[in-house]
């Protein structure tokens, strides 16, 4: 132990209040910020205690005022007892760990909304740019696009990762655009992976995976997302207005060879008059390969076509199912999981629906999003961004002052639905297309 490492500032009331602070947080928070108080804490020896001025020459200073000269009392009185000195030691220990719990404990709220939903799910859009142009995503002209020099750089882009993930995010998902397109992919990846999550992962739409899919997985990658609508090249090309199904498909067994089976998601939007008879299609692209398919409830964003006339909710796409998978069973769902997970007897992978419009999942929301502009989004549906990251971190902001500007904008963060009450609220509102936000 560092017993002989103490603090030495703060009121009476401050250690009161700090000490008191300490005891309400658990054995476990104590254990975790013991090395936090040590790295953080001013360091003393325990000769600086024992040669110091006594435990009143601290408890009367102000936070800002700093301890005496060793060896000397800056009152003029005398160098304090043995027993007063190892009180001392043992209160400033006390106060560095409180200190440090503090800190703790303000780094996590920072991610807790007034609903008391924890968000350590964080999804940063890396590029606003694709290389396909679906119907349900963008416009067909594409979206206008920032100058590069609006977008987060690498560095700007890890700073955030690290920002977030002290304050308990342990789950990262890298979107777009294509993040593909991005360059420095395997690089964010790796800083992101060096950060300890648990979770990286990525949501693709597979054109370039065969090519990246190694690099990644070297860097540090533990999860591939594929978005893919239809397995027939026709409709590939309609809905996608590009080529591509055939990269698609090689993208998709490179990542299994690359070692992503059981890690590996396949994304469908379903829409009605578009794919809604593939759904037994894709069921099939899991019978004897690691792969979950998951179904995914058209969403209103602007530009994207959206027509509640072709939605295709989850229990229309359950019991289509059923008829072609009578022994389709419910399976165990996770934590804060966005998926209604099903199997079929005899499968390899599962099958999923994301339920957003029909049965939203708000109440256990743990996900916040980060834009390629650096805009904090707390909400899918929320149009209301009011804060730039990338304006806070290119003014030079210290982590703690980005991490209250954070905490302002969680703050806000609605019940459901971004406050829209349900799709038609949703359509009606005013969103930026999904191409930028990134799912
Ligand atoms: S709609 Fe908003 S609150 Fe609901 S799950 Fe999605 S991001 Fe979370």
């Excluded at 395997?186 to 690099?215: F, P, W």
Aim: proline letters at 3%; aromatic letters at 6%; hydrophobic letters at 40%.
């Amino acid at each position: 132990m560092r017993a002989a490492v103490v603090r030495a500032s703060g009121s009476t009331a401050t250690f009161t209040r700090r000490v008191g602070l300490k005891r309400r947080l658990s054995a476990r928070s104590e254990l975790a910020v013991e090395d936090d108080a040590y790295d953080a804490a001013p360091k003393y020896s325990s000769k600086d205690i024992r040669s110091g001025p006594g435990l009143s020459h601290f408890i009367n200073r102000s936070a800002s005022e700093p301890p005496a000269a060793a060896g000397k009392s800056d009152c003029g009185g005398k160098v304090a007892p043995r027993e007063d000195e190892d009180k001392l030691a043992k209160l400033m220990r006390q106060v560095a760990l409180a200190e440090a719990a503090e800190a703790a404990h303000e780094r996590q709220s920072m991610l807790v909304d007034t609903h008391g939903r924890f968000h350590n799910y964080l999804r940063i859009s890396l590029t606003e740019r694709c290389n396909l142009r679906c119907t349900y995503c963008m416009p067909e002209d594409g979206v206008s696009l920032q100058p590069q020099s609006h977008l987060l750089t690498t560095d700007e882009i890890a700073r955030v990762a690290q920002l977030f993930v002290r304050s308990g995010v342990d789950k990262v998902r890298l979107t777009g655009g294509e993040p593909l397109l991005r360059r420095d992919l395997a690089d964010v990846v790796g800083r992101i992976s060096a950060l300890g999550v648990r979770h990286i992962g990525v949501t693709t739409n597979g054109l370039v995976l065969k090519q990246r899919v190694q690099a990644l997985a070297a860097a540090g990658l533990s999860h591939v997302n594929v978005s893919l609508d239809t397995l027939q090249e026709q409709r590939f090309n309609a809905i996608t207005r590009r080529r591509g199904l055939e990269q698609v498909l090689a993208g998709i067994d490179a990542a299994l060879d690359a070692g992503f089976g059981g890690r590996l998601k396949i994304n469908c939007v379903v829409m009605g008059g578009v794919n809604e008879d593939e759904l037994a299609a894709f069921v099939e692209l899991g019978s004897s390969r690691p792969l979950d398919v998951r179904f995914i409830e058209w969403m209103p964003f602007d530009d994207n076509r959206w027509n509640e006339g072709k939605f295709v909710g989850y229990s229309s796409m359950l019991r289509s199912l059923q008829g072609s998978y009578p022994e389709l069973a419910r399976s165990g769902d996770e934590r804060n999981d966005t998926t209604k997970w099903y199997r079929v007897p005899g499968h390899e992978g599962r099958i999923g629906f994301i339920t957003s419009m029909s049965e939203h999942f708000c109440g256990s929301c743990n996900r916040l999003r980060v834009m390629a502009d650096g805009s904090l989004k707390v909400c899918l549906f929320d149009g209301d961004e009011t804060l730039s990251l990338r304006d806070a971190l290119r003014a030079g902001l210290p982590d703690r002052q980005l991490g209250a500007l954070v905490h302002t904008a969680v703050l806000k963060k609605k019940a459901a639905l971004g406050g829209h009450g349900d799709m038609q609220g949703i359509a009606r509102s005013s969103n930026r297309p999904m191409i930028l936000i990134g799912g």
